[in-house]
């Protein structure tokens, strides 16, 4: 019904049930917009944080395989002396 009123040459809203059905609509897409972004800001701020955790972690094992590194060479150079 409202596709053939666009064909015949503009848009007649006619009745309080369509007008109705239009502004639920439209409020239906505003929420799900504003929805859509909060669920993305929150979903990135997941992310990072998980990825901050995950190279601290990396950080740490090369600190600790540099100071075992470290270790080895000083122990090798006492043996040696």
């Known amino acids: 019904m409202i596709f053939a009123a666009a064909l015949m040459g503009g ?17 239906g897409l505003i929420l799900g917009i504003l929805l859509g972004v ?8 997941w992310f ?6 995950f190279t601290k972690r990396e950080v740490d094992r090369l600190t600790e395989q ?10 090798d150079k006492r043996q040696g002396l």
């Open 38 to 45: 909060l669920l993305c800001y929150v979903s990135l701020q």
């Open 11 to 27: 848009w007649r809203v006619e009745g309080g049930a369509q007008r109705m059905s239009m502004q639920v609509f439209i409020s």
């Open 66 to 75: 540099f100071q075992e590194l470290f270790r080895q060479i000083d122990q």
């Open 48 to 53: 990072s944080r998980q990825h901050l955790r």
